[in-house]
T-cell receptor, first 114, second 112 residues
C-alpha cells in the first residue's frame, strides 16, 4: 500500500503570502501529526488529529498557523502571511490509534519564504 | 518538559566498524522510543520501535536497547556500510496518542 504522501514537495513563497500544505495519510490511520523541521534540527511537533478532531495544537508557533482534517483523512496545514522564519521542512506522519504504534512519515514539504 | 539529547552531532567511521549511537531523555515516563533514519532532503524512515516494557529490539544489523530508568537508548549498527551514511534520530513518546519529541540527530558517515 501507499505510504504517507505530501504535496507540494517544494514551495517558494514571498513574505506575506498564504500557503497550504497537504498531507494524505496511510489509509486506515486515524492519527495524524504535523511536525516542523528547521535546518540541522530534529522535527518539532505542531499539531495532532485523531480522525477529524484536533486534539493537540500546542506546538503551533502562532495564530498564523492553522490545520484542519475535515473528513478525518486528508489534512491541510495553512500558514497565513508567511514570514522568513517559517522556512523549514513540514513533515506529516500518520499512525494507527494508540501509543504503541509507529508513526510513519511522509517525504515532507520544503517551504522557502523569500 | 521532555528533552532528548544525541551526542555527538556527527560521527565518521571506516567501513566494517561496529558502532553505537547514543540517545538520552530527561523524563523516564515514556510510552515508547523510536529510532529513525533520514537521508538528505528526504523524510524519516522508521528503523525500530521499542515499547516502554521492552529492553531491546533487533532488525537485521540494527539493535536498539532501552534503559528507561536511566533515560538512555542506544542504537547498535553492526558491520557498518557506506549505505548506512545518513542522519539517525531518536524520538520518545510521552503519553497515549501524544507527540514524538526528537533529538537533533547524529549524522553518520561511513567511509569506504
Amino acid at each position: 500500500g501507499a505510504g504517507v504522501s505530501q504535496s507540494p514537495r517544494y514551495k517558494v513563497a514571498k513574505r506575506g503570502q498564504d500557503v497550504a500544505l497537504r498531507c494524505d495519510p496511510i489509509s486506515g490511520h486515524v492519527s495524524l501529526f504535523w511536525y516542523q523541521q528547521a535546518l540541522g534540527q530534529g522535527p518539532e511537533f505542531l499539531t495532532y488529529f485523531q480522525n477529524e478532531a484536533q486534539l493537540d495544537k500546542s506546538g503551533l508557533p502562532s495564530d498564523r498557523f492553522f490545520a484542519e482534517r475535515p473528513e478525518g483523512s486528508v489534512s491541510t496545514l495553512k500558514i497565513q502571511r508567511t514570514q522568513k522564519e517559517d522556512s523549514a521542512v513540514y513533515l506529516c506522519a500518520s499512525s494507527l490509534p494508540g501509543a504503541s504504534y509507529e508513526q510513519y512519515f511522509g517525504p515532507g514539504t520544503r517551504l522557502t519564504v523569500t | 518538559k521532555q528533552e532528548v539529547t544525541q551526542i555527538p552531532a556527527a560521527l565518521s567511521v571506516p567501513e566494517g566498524e561496529n558502532l553505537v549511537l547514543n540517545c538520552s531523555f530527561t523524563d523516564s515516563a515514556i510510552y515508547n522510543l523510536q529510532w529513525f533514519r533520514q537521508d538528505p532532503g528526504k523524510g524519516l524512515t522508521s528503523l525500530l520501535l521499542i515499547q516502554s516494557s521492552q529492553r531491546e529490539q533487533t532488525s537485521g544489523r540494527l539493535n536498539a536497547s532501552l534503559d528507561k530508568s536511566s533515560g538512555r537508548s542506544t542504537l547498535y549498527i553492526a558491520a557498518s556500510q557506506p549505505g548506512d551514511s545518513a542522519t539517525y534520530l531518536c524520538a520518545v513518546r510521552d503519553g497515549a496518542n501524544s507527540k514524538l519529541t526528537f533529538g537533533k540527530g547524529i549524522t553518520l558517515s561511513v567511509r569506504p
